[in-house]
């Protein structure tokens, strides 16, 4: 499999994941069982859903749409980070799409706001603590290394300054880049050795943004694991939803979406599944499964990817081959394409 057709797979099973979890978001667990019995299929989105918004089936919401922008940035800047050019992006779409507004979220709105306003880029994001930057990071996980964690967390960093400033934001979406980059990388998976991994860019990524009192992410991701080897699904899927929690925090989502990785040994689908059908923020956390894996376990038939393509206007296909590009220039000069 070329490095094309990888980074291919992982923009699809973040757009996969934000679809398929488009229509539950932000319910309960109770009310997606009741309403819909078990989440496969793209559905539209419900008009009396907590969200307040028309969307057709299969249509993805601005976790895809934020990871579009950064692959287009690094395609421009040459795999460099550019939080202007990001901006611009960014800014475009929330002016001229009528469905920006539906799909956004409050740290990236009150951020866009303050910019508008006046507020330097290194002030208007030093509370963003949801999930918005782990959401759209998977791009930089393509084009870097996690054996070079410092690399990684900068760049990192250096993107969510504007809009999640935060030390908690840019730990969780660290975790999220290493984690696609290990698995995008590795063709059998030591999951000790990504917990380890996890631990160390937990580490790294302190040392950035403002610090907010919030539980301790490295500790909330080591408890998702201990709650995913339970061998009864129910339990642990309830214990992920009602204990650890499945909300907008990145120290909600991101350990969530870490234990369902894990819980599935990297398997899209699956992964993906559990995401969209437990409640919550959904979607997001069914974006960041597909992503992570994506370039490891790509379980999605050419029916389900054909039906996604069709309801976006993403030429997610050029994407990969423009970012592939970048990748063979100076980013995963490791990847094994001969899978």
Known sequence: MTT??????????????????????????????????????FLSAPPD?????????????????????????????????NRER??????QWLEEDPNSADVTGPSTKAAIEAIKAGTPIEQAGIYGTTNGAAMKIAPIGLVTSYQDIPDLVQKVAEICVPTHNTQIAIQGA???????????SETEIDWDHFYDLIDDVIT????YGN?????SIARRIA??????????EAEFLDELYHFLGTGLPTIETVPAAISLVYRNRGALKQSIEMAANIGGDTDTIAAICGAICGGYRFDL???????????????FGKLAEQLAEIVKDGGLAHVNESL
């Open 4 to 41: 094309a057709e990888k980074i291919y797979h992982v923009l699809i099973g973040v757009a996969y994941g934000d679809a398929l979890g488009m229509p539950t978001e932000n319910m309960t667990g109770e009310q997606i069982s009741e309403r819909f019995g078990k989440v496969t299929e």
């Open 49 to 81: 859903g907590p969200i307040n918004r028309s969307l057709p089936a299969g249509t993805v919401t601005d976790d895809t749409e934020n990871t579009v922008f950064i692959c287009r940035m690094l395609i421009d800047s040459q795999g460099q980070i």
């Open 86 to 91: 990001f901006l611009k992006y960014l800014m």
């Open 174 to 184: 660290s975790v999220v880049a290493a984690a696609v980059n290990f698995l995008f």
């Open 204 to 207: 790294e990524s302190a040392r």
């Open 211 to 215: 610090q907010l009192p919030t539980p």
């Open 223 to 232: 408890y998702g694991r201990h709650l995913a080897d339970n061998d009864d």
């Open 301 to 315: 038939s050419t029916e389900k990817v054909a039906q996604l393509e069709q309801a976006n206007t993403i030429d």
